[in-house]
């Protein structure tokens, strides 16, 4: 979708300013959002392309004011209800009202973390040969879809070259529409920056995004 | 907390979102969905994720020729050879900066970062203005990091739109000829790592 969260090449927000020895969390509460998500992400009750979809599905307005672990803290809250691991009144009771899912819990301590805190893979056994090949000339296809996707904007319409193949990976667009893992070939593809920006690019200068095999067809 | 204009200011917003948060946590206990301890676990977790953790990556290649050649043409194997969990990345890449060339990292679509090499994200990497010019106006980025690059330098962006991670393995500084691993490895900053810095050229204070 062509949301606010795609937001390459956009301006007028100003500099970027670094925060000289910034903390690794201004508040404790931000720590607690990221604990519990992964906590919560145990489960597997949702994948990754899942919650950031649910993230860019957020009010603009909601989305460009309120800090990064509150957006966390809203998506795992919208999550849990979606799923129904708990429920929308029983956020607003602040208590049980009845008793949870059976979830698939494995044991868990800090010895089996690196079990439960790692992601599934992503890479997935290929469908067909790879399209492309390294250095390959592609076009990225102009589409405008309703549903998630990870070929910003920018990006799109444009000529590149393949600099490396990835293998299969499970397909975001498919995963967060709820039509399973659907795998393509993932490829790095360079663009020269004045393809993407225009005369007034700096001459030399390249962005890489990594791009599924559907976002492609040849240059 | 009354001040001298004569009324009380309302309570920091913050102990709203923690009070949110906390209710939440509380009644995913009650359910049974996760534990105190769980979250406890996951604290501890990432606090044993830093920039440290790139740091001696970078540090090891910049002294060993062999072990450059190895993290560059397997990096996650490179990391585990010096006991480094890099398994949570599905595939890790390394971008090698040199006179000609610099890499710039950023994820322009929401906050995708190395985090079992560098920790947890800085704000500004997060940050809106980071994740629009970045792509469309890298150099001006880097000056705003107090980082001039010449002109004839070719500076290449990787927008992190899958799950590949990258990190950027900053040239090694003049004069440090001789320097230990650990010495080194305090000149690798995170900004470094990402791209927008120089490694630093001499020990912090």
């Known amino acids: 979708m062509d949301g606010v969260h795609d937001m390459g090449g956009m301006d007028g927000f100003g500099k970027v300013e670094p925060e000289p020895n910034e903390p690794v969390f201004h508040h404790p509460w931000e720590g607690r959002v990221l604990a519990m998500s992964r906590a919560i992400g145990v489960f597997r009750a949702w994948t990754i392309d899942t919650s950031r979809h649910a993230i860019e599905m957020m009010a603009p307005s909601f989305y460009l004011s309120r800090p990064y672990y509150e957006k966390w803290f809203v998506r795992n809250q919208n999550l849990l209800i979606e799923k129904g691991i708990v429920d929308a009144d029983e956020v607003e009771a602040g208590r049980a009202l009845r008793p949870a899912k059976n979830l698939p819990r494995g044991p868990f301590s800090l010895d089996d973390i690196d079990k439960v805190t790692k992601r599934g893979s992503f890479y997935r056994p290929a469908q067909g040969p790879a399209q492309f090949k390294i250095g390959d000339r592609v076009r990225t296809k102009n589409f405008h879809p309703k549903h998630h996707t990870r070929l910003p904007r920018y990006a799109r319409g444009h000529v590149g070259v393949v600099e490396r193949l990835h293998g299969t990976h499970a397909f975001p667009d498919s995963v967060a529409s709820g039509k399973g893992d659907d795998p393509h070939w993932l490829y790095t593809v360079r663009f020269d920056a004045q393809e993407l920006w225009g005369a007034d690019a700096e001459p030399g200068s390249k962005v890489s995004i990594e791009a599924f095999e559907p976002y492609l067809e040849e240059g | 907390m009354s001040d001298d204009h004569g009324h009380d200011h309302p309570k920091h917003e913050l102990s709203y979102y ?31 994720r830093t920039p440290a953790n790139g740091a001696r990556l970078v540090a090891k290649a910049w002294v060993d020729p062999a072990f450059k050649a190895r993290f560059i043409a397997d990096p996650k194997a490179a990391c585990q050879e010096i006991g480094i969990d890099a398994t949570a990345i599905n595939e890790f890449v390394v971008l090698e900066n040199t006179p000609q060339v610099r890499h710039m990292v950023v ?82 900053t995170r900004d470094s790592m990402i791209g927008v810095m120089d490694a630093l050229p001499s020990l912090p204070e």
């Open chain 2, 18 to 48: 923690a009070k949110r948060i906390y209710a939440m946590r509380d009644l995913l206990i009650e359910k049974g969905v996760i534990s105190e301890k769980d979250i406890q676990c996951q604290i501890e977790y990432q606090e044993a």
């Open chain 2, 107 to 188: 994820c322009t679509l929401c906050s995708c970062y190395p985090r079992p090499i560098l920790g947890r994200p800085p704000d500004w990497y997060k940050s809106f203005n980071y994740r629009q010019r970045s792509v469309s106006d890298p150099r001006g980025v880097m000056r705003e990091f107090g980082l001039e690059l010449p002109d004839e330098v070719e500076v290449r962006v990787h927008d992190s739109t899958a799950d590949i991670r990258y990190i950027v393995m900053p040239m090694r500084p003049a004069g440090t000829e001789g320097w230990s691993e650990d010495d080194l490895a305090k000149l690798v």
